[in-house]
């Protein structure tokens, strides 16, 4: 079924949009600043997508469909056919890729904006604090590991995610970033492997 033009307009102003946004970031970016770079005008991207903070969290989701490494960061992850340990490091390997420091670049700029201006990116702080953490939790549930040891493993294995994507666009080392995150890998697999065999004990 073709997409109505309404339908291939907003697609049209989403994908110009992402481009405008990867390339120049969201620091002081108006409405207005969008409307000229991609050709239309504010009531337009208002009738679209709502408010310029809806605008910005949908342009940011079509920008990391256009990092093909992102995605497979989970995939890598719920591969059950791998120990836990190599798919953590591989997972990771995937994850600061230099393909993907554009979308990391935009990704903590409005992470930024979102936990300073709360209300503005209620969306984006929702997706972020959740999505990438319930998906690794659910990978560690299939694992065997009992649902409150995987939440609490996850929780960290995103905030030391998070923290090395953040020491990557710093420091620019990702040998050493490899390096941190195989020992940590090593540590939560062995407490991955320590919590599911507590688990048949505690419901003795």
Avoid: C
Avoid at 125 to 134: H, N, P, S
Avoid at 151 to 176: I, K, M, N, P, Y
């Amino acid at each position: 079924m073709s997409p109505t033009p309404d339908e291939s307009e907003r697609a049209r102003l989403l994908r110009l949009s992402a481009d405008h946004i990867l390339a120049h970031g969201v620091a002081g970016l108006s409405l207005r600043g969008i409307a000229k770079a991609v050709g239309s005008n504010n009531r337009m991207l208002l009738y679209y997508f709502g408010s310029k903070e809806e605008l910005i969290t949908a342009a940011l989701t079509e920008a990391g469909r256009r990092f093909p490494l992102l995605e497979p960061v989970f995939e890598l992850l719920e591969d059950r056919a791998r120990p836990l340990r190599a798919r953590l490091e591989a997972a990771w390997e995937t994850l600061s890729a230099d393909e993907n420091l554009p979308f990391h670049r935009v990704f903590f700029e409005v992470l930024g904006l979102a936990g300073y201006q709360r209300g503005r990116f209620d969306a984006f702080l929702g997706a972020v604090a959740k999505d990438w953490r319930q998906r690794a939790a659910a990978a560690l549930r299939a694992d065997g590991v009992p649902a409150a040891a995987a939440d609490d493993l996850a929780r960290e294995l995103v905030s030391l995610w998070r923290g090395l994507q953040l020491d990557l666009l710093t420091a620019g080392d990702r040998a050493a970033t490899l390096r941190v995150n195989a020992a940590a890998a090593a540590s939560f697999a062995a407490r991955a492997k320590k919590a599911r065999t507590a688990a048949p004990l505690a419901g003795r």
